[in-house]
């Protein structure tokens, strides 16, 4: 199976930063990433589709990019609202649709 | 709109079993698959596996064959995941989740089973 490993798996940031996240999979996928944003104690939600889509109504400091087996989420100025963990997923037609471990972000 | 909305909370005790409904809304149920997410006390997404809802066939991913069953009623749109055989460990919130050729968008409220003697 595709393993997916998220880095890191927590960082403290302050506002206005710029907060990078990478997710790297164990064999390539082309562009078949998600990555999604959880509030602490809320249901996951769809930030990022297909590695780089920004998924409507989604702030557009939210960017995401790559291919094959590294991509990259990037929050261009934190705002105190993105406290949440983040995941990737990888997605086609072959199961499983792996998590990433996901990466806490928090305000320092 | 899309909606995915869950059966409530559920306490139960090790061994016994559980049902988890996903009733979907605002889009055609067959055009869609369903995935179910595990989500334990503090820890990260675990991808439990989909179920085709045009087909009814189900795939498990590895550590979630044998006591987790995927059905459906594709007459009232609901999607379901019994667990049988409770273990305490079991303990976790369950998403269902609409899958799409883009994968995961929209996600139900979740579900809290609970397992404890």
């Known amino acids: 199976d595709i393993q997916m490993t998220q880095s890191p798996s927590s960082l403290s940031a302050s506002i206005g930063d710029r907060v990078t996240i990478t997710c790297r999979a164990s064999?390539?996928?082309?562009?078949?990433l998600n990555w999604y944003q959880q509030k602490p104690g809320k249901v996951p939600n769809l930030l990022i589709y297909?590695?780089?889509a920004l998924q409507s109504g989604v702030p557009s400091r939210f960017s995401g990019s790559g291919s094959g087996t590294d991509f990259t989420l990037t929050i261009s100025s934190l705002q105190p609202e993105d406290v949440a963990t983040y995941y990737c997923?990888?997605?086609?037609?072959?199961?499983?649709?792996?998590f990433g471990g996901g990466t806490k972000v928090e305000i320092k | 709109q899309v909606q995915l909305v869950q059966s409530g909370s559920e306490l139960k005790k090790p061994g016994a079993s559980v049902k988890v409904s996903c009733k979907a809304s605002?889009?055609?149920?067959?055009?869609?698959?369903m995935s179910w997410v595990r989500q334990a006390p503090g820890q990260g997404l675990e991808w439990m596996g989909w179920?085709?809802?045009?087909?009814?066939?189900?795939t498990y991913a590895q550590g979630f064959t044998g006591r987790f069953v995927f059905s459906l009623d594709t007459s009232v749109s609901t999607a379901y995941l019994h667990i049988n055989t409770l273990k305490v460990e079991d303990t976790a919130f369950y998403y269902c989740?609409?899958?799409?050729?883009?994968?995961?968008?929209?996600w139900g409220q979740g579900t809290l089973v609970t397992v404890s003697s």
């Open positions: 989740a609409r899958v799409g050729i883009l994968g995961v968008d929209y």
């Open positions: 605002g889009y055609t149920f067959s055009t869609y698959g």
């Open positions: 997923q990888r997605f086609n037609s072959a199961p499983p649709l792996t």
């Open positions: 297909a590695a780089s």
């Open positions: 064999q390539g996928i082309n562009n078949n």
């Open positions: 179920i085709n809802t045009n087909t009814g066939n189900p």
